[in-house]
Structure formats: C-alpha cells, structure tokens
C-alpha cells in the first residue's frame, strides 16, 4: 500500500479536496462565447466525503456528490452541488436515512445515467439512486424489480431500440456477474447469470450490434482485505488469466466464448461495433478501450500504481478464436467518450481526457480512428481535467460536429473550478466559453448532458 496511515491521504488533496457546503448560484461568469443552442445541464458526480474518513480511506468510496451547470440561450444560469443522501452520507448530515444500509458499499459516487423518465445516481456492486430535477435524492431505487443484487456504473443505451444493456455484480467472492436488458422505459426484457473464472472486478463492458462484451480481468475481490476493514476489497491477482467473453446478443448464455487478452485492466470502453463479412455474417468485433497493465497492486487506495492507461483496440476475431491488441495512442489518458448517437456502431471519432502531458498539466485529445490522426488542447501547468461530454451541435448533425464539455482545476487557483466548452471539430484552438464556478469540482468520474 502507498504511504503510512498517518499522512493524509493523497485522494484528499488538491483537485481531489472535499468541498464543504451545497450552494445555488446563478447568472455565472462567461469569458468567451457558449453556443445559444447548447441548452441543458451538464451533471458531474463524484467521491466528496461528508466528514473526514478513517485511515482505510479509497477514493472509490467517497460519499457521492453531485454537481450541475446549467447552460440555456448563450447564458450560464445555474450552478448546484448536492450529496447523494444514501444512508451513510444522511446519518452524518444529520438526517434520517429513508432507506436501508446496502450490506456492502454503497456510496453512489461513479456515474448519472438517464433510465426511462429518471436520472440516477450509480456506483456499481449497488443499486441506482433516483435523483430529481432538483438534485433531491428519492431513495435507492431497483427498476421495478428488474435488479436482483447490485447493477453498474456503465449502463449501455443501444441508440436505435434505446434499449439498456447493464452487466451488473455484487461485491463478494462469487464469480459471476448479471447481465440486464431494458427496455427504453427501464422495464426489465430479460437478465441472465454470466460465470466468470473468479470474483473479479467488472466496472465496464461493451455492446456492439450483435453482441455483448465482458472483461473477466485479475482484479478480483480479496477476502482479507474485506474483513480488515477496507470498503473496496479488491487486489490485482496476476495468476488469473485475462479474458474477454463474446455472447451474440439473444443467444443462451452458456454459449458465451471465452478468449484471452494480454494481462491487463480495463475501466471504460469507448465503443464497441461489428464488421460483417459481404454475407452479412458477423467476422469481428472492434472494441475500442482505456487499458492499464495492472491495477491496485501496490496501492489499493485508488489507481496510483506506475503503469499509465493507454488508448487500445482490440479486435476479436471471432473465426480464428483469437483477440489481436493494437496500441492506438500511448498518451497517458482516460474517460474516453464517442458521439453517443452512434454508440453500438462503427464510430470514426473519440474523445479522451489527457491526465498529464509533458507541461505538467492536462488536456483533450480527440481520435480520429478512420484516418488516423489526432487533435489536441493542453491546459495550463498545474491544471487538471475531467471527462469531456461530447453534445451534438443539432441531433441530426454529422458525428462529431458538435462540444465538448467538461470542467477544470488549476493549483493557481484552487478554491474554483471552471466548466469549459471546446467546439469538438477545432479542439486545438481552445475553449470558446469558460465558465467560472463558485467553488471547486473535486476530481471525479463521470457525467452526462441532460438536453433540455
């Protein structure tokens, strides 16, 4: 593990600081322009403690908070930051929990995800929080009984049926994990088990047009480390093999393929699509994902081992029973993102966030996987960046014509963040809008754009 118990966490320092109060601000500070067609919220979760934590402190399960920016007719209207009230967080804000302790971790920090009519707060290895349009918590929520243990904090939304794909698991030494599909309602269309080869990790997955993906990788649930106390209980096992399972969407679950991959861990996908041969039989599959060698290995408090992640395609092929591995960019990067109209289908551009660049500070890369090129902003030194939300500029524009939206911190001043927007064709040339915050946006996971 990294560092001694009494030094401060580094998840509690700089960019990654708990903010202390909920505030509502509006008519915010505009530098630049923001496009008048970019109307809706950006909302942003993340870990933000309510009250400081103990020694065994991970970044993972800090107390969810959410933030939202709200941006509508060329003007920054609103900003607003409330916790997530799962029962942990209510106690210590001095308020009565309204639901039951999840007998794990359950701290609904990771991800916002519409589902049907709602927007819910998600953690996986747990289940959905409902949130309203005010940012109020209504409670712990199991999709009208479609979830039988914990869900995902990567729900894929098939655009075309809206349908939603959720490999979800439970935090324990079983080694499977559940897959879910919904309908565009969030009615529960069907669920199976899916059997792994250990209690391993399964943060993400993939969805192509045909099939599903899972990542069955050695990160993998440690019993000792759970009875000590530790709210995420899982170490890298290098002995476990590293595998991707294939299932054709609406096959029997046992027919599910297992095919091995270099050791490696993958939080996020980028994207996931099939290539049919001229019979329109299925050849391979392009999944398109953030890899790390290796992960929670000497430090299990967050992913602070040396081993940065990397932009990766792999390409299945599902003839010859193998998985070829090319390395697309070797830039130190995460949070990938496409233009989500074309999520399931063969993409052209993704967007990655940049963690450390030679400057030392952070930036925006944008891929462009048909030709090959690449296009990038970097931030000044000291500055830190989130996950960047791609927003169509109009739902029938041609993909990646459209912005980037994401915040920043700067150690020059670290008690504020800003929300900044890039136009996604021209990333180089910088943001056109910068959007000062009345206080700081710790560094956290994900979010989503809520048109409207």
């Known amino acids: 593990m990294c560092g001694s118990m009494s030094e401060p966490s580094a998840w509690l320092r700089g960019v990654h600081e708990p903010v ?21 919220s950006l909302l942003r979760i993340g870990p933000n403690p309510v009250t400081p934590p103990g020694a065994r402190y991970q970044w993972f399960a800090g107390d969810g908070m959410l933030h939202e920016m709200r941006l509508e007719g060329g003007r920054a209207t ?155 209980p899982y170490r890298w096992k290098p002995d476990h093999p590293s595998r991707v399972g294939v299932l054709e969407r609406g096959a029997p679950p046992d027919a599910v393929r297992w095919l091995e991959v270099s050791p490696g861990w993958v939080f996020h996908t980028l994207n996931a699509y099939d290539v049919a041969g001229p019979d329109g039989a299925v050849r391979e599959i392009v999944c398109d ?50 233009d989500s109209r074309f999520g399931s289908r063969r993409h052209r551009f993704g967007y990655t966030t940049e963690l450390f660049d030679a400057s030392g500070g952070s930036g925006v890369l944008v891929h462009d996987l048909e ?5 990038s902003y970097s931030f000044e030194p000291g500055t830190r960046t989130s996950e960047m939300v791609f927003v169509p ?21 670290p008690d504020h963040s800003d929300l900044v927007v890039l136009d996604a064709t021209r990333v180089g040339d910088g943001p056109v809008a910068r959007v000062r915050l009345p206080q700081r946006v710790p560094a956290g996971f994900h979010g989503d754009w809520l048109a409207g």
């Not at 519409?114 to 409902?130: H, K, N, S």
């Open 371 to 375: 030709g090959g090129a690449s296009a």
């Open 78 to 232: 609103r900003y607003r930051n409330r916790w997530v009230r799962t029962p942990a967080a209510s106690r210590q804000l001095g308020e009565a929990p309204r639901d039951l302790d999840w007998p794990t971790s359950d701290p609904a920090n990771t991800n916002v995800f519409r589902i049907g009519d709602g927007v819910f707060a998600l953690t996986e290895t747990c289940q959905p929080y409902r949130i309203d349009a005010e940012l109020r918590t209504l409670g712990r929520d199991d999709l009208g009984g479609a979830l039988i243990g914990g869900f995902t904090a990567h729900p894929h939304r098939d655009p075309r049926s809206g349908e939603i794909h959720a490999a979800g698991y439970d935090l324990n030494d079983e080694p499977r994990l559940t897959q879910y599909v919904l309908d565009a309602s969030g009615k529960l269309l069907s669920r199976f088990p899916v059997e792994l080869g250990g209690p391993a990790a399964v943060h993400d997955s993939g969805l192509s047009e045909r099939h599903w993906i899972w990542y069955d990788l050695p990160l993998l649930y440690d019993a000792g480390l759970a009875a000590a106390g530790w709210p995420v």
């Open 20 to 40: 202390k109060a909920e505030l509502d601000h509006g008519d915010l500070p505009v530098e630049g322009a923001l496009p008048p067609e970019l109307c809706g």
């Open 289 to 338: 994902v953030v890899r790390f060698e290796r992960i929670f290995d000497a430090d299990i408090t967050g992913p602070g081992d040396p081993y940065p992640p990397q932009l990766w395609r792999w390409r299945i092929d599902l003839e010859a029973g193998r998985v070829i591995e090319e390395q697309i960019d070797a830039r130190v990067q995460e949070f990938p993102r496409i």
């Open 393 to 413: 500029a109009a739902d029938d524009a041609p993909e990646g014509e459209g912005w980037l939206l994401g915040t920043t911190w700067s150690a020059s001043a």
